[in-house]
C-alpha cells in the first residue's frame, strides 16, 4: 500500500535529518511489513514561514508496518516547526494523529473490500464488535513506545484471524474492532480465536456478538441492529464474549461439532442504553484444551 504524504518544514536540514544524508532518497524501515518510505520530489520555498516542501511515498503492510512508521516519522519529527498532510489532509504531527492517518489511509482500501464482500445495500449480518480490557492501564505501564507495538501486533492479528474466518473488517475503534460475518458461527470462531491469541500475551479481550439487518454504506454498515451489537460488548465488563439471544439461537440451530463443549452463561434483565425493555445476553467459554485449538 503506497500512500503520499507532504512534509513543510521551517528546518533546513530536515531532509538530511529523515534519510541520514542528502543523497540517499529510498529508506526500507522494516522488510517483514514492508514499511518504506521514499523521497518523491523536494523543493525550497523560502517564502512565509516554510523553508522546505518534501513529498513521500509511504508504504506499509497493515497496522503493524503503520506503528513502524508512525515511530520512526514521530522520533525525527518532535519538536520541529512543521506542516504534514497524507494523502491531501492535513495531520497534527503527534503520534496518535500521525497513526490514526495511517491507519485511515488503510480503511479508504479496506472500504472498497467492504463493499465488494457484501455486495447489496441491505444485508443481515453477523456484526462482532471487540475491545481490549484495560488497555488505558496497561499502555501506562508499557509507555507509548511498547504500546504501538502492542497494538500493531494485535490489530494485526485480529485483521488475519478476520480473514481466516471468511469475515470482512468494518472498522478500527480505538481500542477494539467492528467486524461482520456472515454467520454466527464464523463470527464466535474469529472471536474465540482473538481471545485465545490476541497478539500480545499481556493483553484481554472481550467481545459481543449479534446478527441482524444491517444498512451498507460505502465505508460503513450502519441500522439499529449495529448499534445493539456495541450495546452488546458494553454490557460486558470482563474479558468475556457475550451474544445476544438472536446470535446464540443462531449457534443452537447450527449445532456444529466444535461448539458442543462450549460453556454458556445466561445473564437475563439486562438493560442497553437506547433500547426499551430489558434482554438476555449469552456469555460463553472455551474449554482450556479447546482455547488452545482457537488459538492454534
Known amino acids: 500500500m503506497e500512500n503520499r504524504m507532504v512534509i513543510r518544514s521551517a528546518d533546513p536540514d530536515l531532509r538530511e535529518g529523515l534519510f541520514g544524508d542528502v543523497e540517499r532518497t529510498p529508506l526500507t524501515l522494516d522488510e517483514e511489513t514492508d514499511a518504506s518510505i521514499a523521497l518523491e520530489s523536494s523543493r525550497r520555498f523560502r517564502a512565509g514561514e516554510f523553508a522546505d516542501i518534501m513529498q513521500l511515498a509511504v508504504q506499509w503492510g497493515g497496522p503493524v508496518g503503520a506503528g513502524i512508521i508512525t515511530q520512526w516519522l514521530y522520533d525525527r519529527l518532535r519538536g520541529k516547526k512543521i506542516s504534514i498532510s497524507i494523502n491531501g489532509r492535513p495531520v497534527e504531527p503527534t ?10 489511509a488503510t480503511d479508504e482500501t479496506r472500504d472498497r473490500q467492504l463493499i465488494h464482500w457484501i455486495g447489496a445495500d441491505r444485508a443481515t449480518l453477523a456484526i462482532v464488535f471487540t475491545d481490549v480490557v484495560e488497555s488505558t492501564m496497561l499502555g501506562g505501564r508499557l509507555g507509548d513506545e511498547t504500546m504501538f507495538k502492542v497494538w500493531g501486533a494485535h490489530f494485526g492479528r485480529s485483521r488475519q484471524l478476520i480473514a481466516d474466518h471468511g469475515g470482512c473488517p468494518v472498522k478500527s475503534l480505538g481500542d477494539g474492532a ?6 454466527v458461527e464464523a463470527a464466535l470462531d474469529y472471536a474465540l480465536a482473538l481471545q485465545a491469541d490476541p497478539g500480545h500475551p499481556e ?5 459481543g456478538i ?4 444491517v444498512q451498507v454504506l460505502a465505508d460503513d454498515v450502519r441500522g439499529r441492529e449495529v448499534s445493539f451489537a456495541a450495546r452488546v460488548v458494553g454490557a460486558n465488563n470482563g474479558a468475556e464474549i457475550w451474544l445476544s439471544s438472536e446470535a446464540k439461537k443462531q449457534i443452537d440451530v447450527l449445532g456444529a461439532g466444535h461448539h458442543r463443549d462450549l460453556q ?3 445473564h437475563t434483565n439486562i438493560e442497553l442504553k437506547g433500547f426499551e425493555d430489558t434482554f438476555t445476553l449469552w456469555a460463553v467459554e472455551a474449554p482450556s484444551d479447546q482455547t488452545i485449538a482457537y488459538a492454534s
Not at 496518535?96 to 491507519?103: F, G, I
Open 95 to 104: 503520534k496518535d494523529e500521525l497513526y490514526r492517518a495511517l491507519s485511515s
Open 203 to 207: 493483553l484481554r479481550v472481550r467481545a
Open 264 to 266: 454458556w452463561v445466561k
Open 210 to 213: 449479534h446478527i441482524g439487518p
Open 178 to 183: 467492528m467486524a461482520v460475518f456472515k454467520t
